[in-house]
């Protein structure tokens, strides 16, 4: 069973900083993609930010240029690094790991992001 820990969510001051973690209770050389997502109060969850296993990365333009999503592969972990942030960023973010040659999608529990204006 993958699992997947989210950690470094908080309080933070608009204009602020912080840095998300996603652990993976496999190796992450089995995952193909490693997503963020995020789901702000009555909204749809949505795409933030992807690595793919090759190290290409992909933003979505609402945090193109303030987000940068990393991995370190000898620690299983993927990190969202938050920067220049927004009230508008406060949300629920959510690891997500796909695993294709299984059809696996595995997500975490989810970490609060809130910043205040």
């Known amino acids: 069973q993958v699992q997947l820990v989210e950690s470094g969510g908080g309080l933070v001051q608009a204009g602020g900083s912080l840095r998300l973690s996603c652990v993976t209770s496999v190796s992450i050389f089995s995952m193909n993609v490693m997503n963020w997502y995020r789901q702000a109060p009555g909204k749809q969850r949505e795409f933030v930010a992807r690595i793919i296993s090759g190290g290409v990365t992909n933003y979505a333009d609402s945090v193109k240029g303030r987000f940068t999503i990393s991995r370190d592969n000898a620690k299983n972990t993927v990190y969202l690094q938050m920067s220049s942030l927004k009230p508008e960023d406060t949300a629920v973010y959510y690891c997500?790991?796909?695993?294709?040659?299984?059809?696996?999608?595995?997500w975490g529990q989810g970490t609060q992001v809130t910043v205040s204006s």
């Open positions: 997500n790991a796909e695993r294709h040659a299984v059809g696996g999608n595995y």
